[in-house]
């Protein structure tokens, strides 16, 4: 059983940062990539970024660009979101992703992943 279990999230003033971590624990497994998605109340969840795991390739949603780093740490076996400059539509559920095989580029900003974190809450007030 693989686990992908996040924190960091929380209550941030408009312009603020947040750092969320996601650790992945459990059974041993091959990570293609890893991915933060989220989810604001009424919506769709949405692709925030995503990371190659074998060189750190960063992927991200123009609506984040320049604001979220994602990075990954091998040894720790987790991936972080780095949240800056927030704004009040940040304000989501952010959960985290990990995909065991080969995706396209194309599909690594979708839902296409194997294993999800049960996410953690940013709240961004204006």
């Known amino acids: 059983q693989v686990q992908l279990v996040e924190s960091g999230g929380g209550l941030v003033q408009a312009g603020g940062s947040l750092r969320l971590s996601c650790a992945a624990s459990g059974r041993t497994f091959s990570k293609y990539a890893m991915g933060w998605f989220r989810q604001a109340p009424g919506k769709e969840r949405e692709f925030a970024a995503a990371?190659?795991?074998?060189?750190?390739?960063?992927y991200y949603a123009d609506s984040v660009k320049g604001r979220f780093t994602i990075s990954r740490d091998i040894a720790k076996n987790t991936v972080y979101l780095q949240l800056n400059s927030l704004k009040p539509e940040d304000t989501a559920v952010y959960y985290c992703a990990a995909v065991n095989r080969y995706r396209s580029s194309g599909e690594l900003v979708s839902p296409v992943y194997d294993y999800w974190g049960q996410g953690t809450q940013v709240t961004v007030s204006s």
């Open positions: 990371i190659r795991w074998s060189d750190g390739y960063p």
